[in-house]
């Protein structure tokens, strides 16, 4: 759960620090922090598929 937070934390960061300095459009701001879910389940699943597979 730890794990989870700090991602979360990590991506929000990280999208709203290039949004501060790009000025993109609230749109973008928004679909950018919607892709973190996506981003958190492909990644999580990759470790995952990589643990079995060893």
Known sequence: MVVDL???VVWVAAVSALFDLLR???WAYHLSLFAGVVAYFGFFASLEVARDSS
Request: net charge neutral.
């Open 6 to 8: 700090a991602f979360a």
């Open 24 to 26: 993109g459009p609230t």
